[in-house]
Nanobody, 115 residues
Framework: QVQLVESGGGAVQPGGSLRLSCVAS????????MEWYRQAPGKQREQIAT???????AYANSVKGRFTISRDNAKNTVYLEMNSLKPEDTAVYYC?????????WGQGTQVTVSS
């Protein structure tokens, strides 16, 4: 069983920055891919960033060049650094990992970008 707890969301003006954190419980964090998703009102949940066990990141086109995913295996934590935020980045952001055939989601953290 894995628990994922996100934090760091909030309200920010366009052009601002936020850093999200996701702490995972349990062992062997370092060998699993970690992912960030988001879901805007009335839209489907979309994958926006992944990081492999080796630390390689990949991004959706909508956030590439603005968001950076990273991980600290000593702290069982994955981060999402978000810069140059836009109103269309407003969404609930979720941390995700899959272990075997079991999917684990965090509870989500709200990010609101508005002037």
């Amino acid at each position: 069983q894995v628990q994922l707890v996100e934090s760091g969301g909030g309200a920010v003006q366009p052009g601002g920055s936020l850093r999200l954190s996701c702490v995972a419980s349990g062992n062997f964090f370092n060998i699993y891919t970690m992912e960030w998703y988001r879901q805007a009102p009335g839209k489907q949940r979309e994958q926006i960033a992944t990081i492999s066990s080796g630390g390689n990141g990949a991004y959706a086109n909508s956030v590439k060049g603005r968001f950076t995913i990273s991980r600290d295996n000593a702290k069982n934590t994955v981060y999402l650094e978000m810069n140059s935020l836009k109103p269309e980045d407003t969404a609930v952001y979720y941390c995700f990992t899959r272990r075997g055939i079991v999917d684990y989601w965090g509870q989500g953290t709200q990010v609101t970008v508005s002037s």
